[in-house]
């Protein structure tokens, strides 16, 4: 019997060289260096396809890692097209929880433990215990720092020191109180016998650790791995690789440097980089032939990638690689455009008449995106675009099967499965039966809620519509199991409606024409990227929105915020390298010098006797430990007092209030005003808020004036005395 995946020339046929080379080379370690919209999907997918046919995987023993489910569902359609439906294609969470599911009972013995789909309930439940008052804004930041503190491989016990260097602030809690926050948040898992996705990784890698015979059946069950986006590979699933990898070199990673974006999440690209280090001998492939995008939209994405440092981090194992060029292999189309606003609500009504020009053009409401950096820019998009008449759809909102409408919609499906004798085609039926649901042939004229769920229902006429082209025999049953696979893999049809989506939420997306608004300072780079490395981040996250467009792409920006005030603004920095595209306008957006936007640097040398302050502490501080401190005795007795007062009042710990550190740097720099208490580290927005003004009362009411000779004159002992 001939093995599957067909004849391995011809699942070779019809791709470009770089990608053949990928693909007929499917055995031993392999780096793919693989810019935007260069094919490199279809290329992992046929080396996977032309390993089974010629003999090299068995499809069974193949395990395809990407991160999200939407991406494994693709990948898993291109498999079964190539003729390898056995091949796994998972999420590295999906992949690992099904290995712990399965060998639970043998590492531990029991049930295994559910899964949290959400942090924040436990978040609560743990900050409650610690009397800690948190806003949901507060909790979501906290779930996120517990996330990172785990994909980073920390524990409560070493969290504090490795934020503490970093400079980490969360919820305006300081490092020593997020570890205990991380230690009770926990306990409560433990309790209620839950874990956390991350946590998954982690039992799965300390399972595969501890258990060798565990780890020996995984090691037979896989032998091939091929792991897409690979630059967004944290430390811990790193740690989870090399232990589905055991010994073995057989391992394929594709990725780009010059899209790493998600840094907040522990990701870094060193990983892709440092791949030929850790597997001496791979081959490395650079897939550079974009097909997805015009000549003028690569160009521009090239300009502006090219203008900064390097696209990431250097590898520890040397220099660093220079950036993917991109090199167009699609025809020509119109030059992306520049376009200047002198407030946020002329932007926006902007936006909505370049999307009315792209639909007049012809181009489908599916097919057009409008990007931004941040989810609250949307906000005046979406009124715009609602008094236009102008159906949108906000990426990031309600999954496509979690929708009300969608849900019934099925229901009626599975209903008239019996009832279809095929006396009509399939996109009658279907009509027929959404029709009951509230479908109708012509859209409705309303907006917001009543449009986006005719749009939803109007998705699987399509999709109903589709499958019959394909199949011309299919029946209402085919269509219902298309919706059931489609579901497991959060595959959603196409809904049609004009695309609103932050820039990381676009990654991996395309569209015909897009527009991305918001390109200033401030917003790109935004104001928090106050490190080099951070704004160069920022950067490639520009580059990511723009190689989404594959033949219209605008760029738009606003003077102002609010109409009527004057305009602050200036044109993005990373534009400045496509004025030659983009017009004069955007070389006025190269940074000023000097120009400070960040908090000021803590001290490095101690004040007193000019040593080098060697901790986190000493920093904030200002002072090494070895020498004395320099406050007045009455203004830290007064500080504390106050403190444990306030706290007391709160029912909270008095940390929570301020920490040691941030108390003694307000006791010895005493801050005359609310400017020079906020620039004092731990002295948050939030906490400058809340007791910022009973603060400067306490030191005004305790601060005296200093004798000839330095000594405060109070009654008190002083240092100098003691």
Excluded at 352 to 377: H, K, W
Aim: glycine content about 10%.
């Amino acid at each position: 019997m001939p093995p599957p995946g067909g004849d391995p020339d011809q699942i070779l046929a019809g791709l470009d060289p770089e990608q053949r080379e990928v693909a007929a080379h499917p055995s031993g370690p392999m780096v793919v260096l693989a810019g935007a919209g260069t094919g490199k999907t279809r290329a992992i997918t046929h080396r996977i396809a032309y390993g089974v046919a010629s003999g090299a995987y068995h499809p069974s023993r193949v395990l395809a890692v990407t991160f999200t489910a939407r991406a494994a569902g693709e990948m898993r359609t291109r498999l079964r097209g190539l003729g390898v439906p056995a091949v796994q294609a998972r999420t590295f969470h999906a992949a690992a929880l099904r290995q712990l599911q399965f060998f639970w009972p043998q590492a531990v013995g029991g049930a295994p433990p559910e899964v949290l789909s959400h942090k924040a309930p436990a978040v609560g439940e743990a900050a409650g215990r610690l009397r800690l008052r948190l806003d949901r804004a507060g909790i979501r930041d906290v779930a996120a720092e517990i996330e990172w503190s785990k994909v980073s491989l920390l524990t409560s016990q070493t969290y504090a020191a490795v934020a503490a260097r970093q400079g980490r602030v969360t919820a305006d809690l300081d490092p020593t109180a997020m570890a205990r926050l991380i230690e009770v948040y926990g306990e409560v898992c433990t309790e209620r016998h839950v874990v956390d996705f991350e946590d998954v990784l982690l039992l799965t890698a300390g399972m595969l650790d501890e258990h060798p015979r565990i780890a020996a059946q995984i090691h037979e069950q896989y032998r091939h791995f091929v792991v897409d986006e690979y630059q967004d590979v944290n430390p811990l699933q790193q740690l989870l690789l090399e232990q589905w990898l055991g010994e073995r070199q057989d391992v394929c990673v594709v990725g780009d440097p010059a899209q790493s974006i998600y840094s907040f999440t522990g990701a870094s690209a060193d990983h892709l980089l440092d791949f030929s280090r850790r597997h001496p001998g791979a081959r490395t492939v650079r897939l550079v032939r974009n097909y997805r995008s015009t000549p003028q939209v690569i160009h521009l994405a090239n300009l502006i990638l090219g203008g900064g440092a390097r696209p990431a981090g250097a590898g520890r194992g040397g220099a660093r690689p220079a950036p993917l060029e991109l090199v167009a292999q699609s025809g020509d189309g119109p030059r992306p455009s520049l376009v200047a606003h002198a407030d946020d609500e002329a932007e926006a009504d902007g936006v909505a008449s370049t999307v009315q020009g792209f639909l007049d053009e012809g181009v489908p409401a599916s097919e057009i995106a409008v990007l931004y950096r941040t989810n609250t820019q949307s906000e005046p998009i979406e009124g715009a675009l609602a008094r236009a008449g102008i159906p949108y759809l906000v990426r990031g909102g309600e999954r496509f099967f979690s929708r009300a409408e969608v849900r019934q919609a099925i229901l009626l499906l599975r209903g008239a499965v019996r009832a279809d004798d095929g006396s009509t085609s399939l996109g009658e039926t279907v009509r027929a039966v959404l029709s009951e649901a509230g479908w109708a042939a012509e859209p409705p004229r309303s907006g917001g809620a009543t449009r986006e769920r005719w749009e939803s229902l109007q998705a699987l006429v399509v999709l109903a519509d589709e499958t019959e082209r394909t199949a011309p025999d299919s029946r209402v049953r085919d269509l219902v199991a298309e919706l059931d696979r489609r579901a497991a893999e959060q595959h959603a049809p196409t809904v049609q409606g004009i695309t609103l989506a932050s820039l990381h939420a676009a990654k991996g997306l395309e569209w015909d024409a897009v527009t991305i608004i918001g390109c200033s300072e401030g917003l790109l780079p935004i104001t928090l990227a106050d490190t080099q490395e951070r704004v160069e981040e920022e950067r490639r996250l520009l580059y990511v929105g723009v190689t989404r467009a594959r033949q219209r792409l605008v760029l738009s920006w606003a003077a102002a915020r609010t109409p009527g005030r004057r305009g602050s603004r200036s044109v993005s920095r990373f534009l400045a390298p496509a004025s030659s595209v983009l017009g004069e306008a955007a070389a006025a957006g190269r940074p000023r010098r000097g120009k400070k936007v960040a908090r000021p640097a803590r001290p490095r040398v101690c004040r007193t006797c000019g040593g080098m302050l060697e901790s986190a502490a000493e920093r904030k501080v200002g002072r090494c430990d070895a020498c004395p401190p320099t406050y007045q005795q009455a203004v830290w007795d007064a500080l504390r007092a106050w403190r444990k007062q306030t706290a007391q009042d709160a029912k909270v710990p008095a940390y929570v209030v301020f920490t040691d550190a941030t108390l003694t740097a307000i006791a010895e720099t005493v801050p005359a005003d609310p400017e020079a208490l906020a620039q004092i580290s731990g002295v948050g927005e939030r906490k400058l808020g809340l007791y910022g003004d009973q603060v400067l009362a306490v030191l005004r009411r305790s601060a005296t004036p200093e004798a000839p000779d330095g000594t405060a004159m109070t009654g008190k002992m002083t240092t100098r005395d003691k």
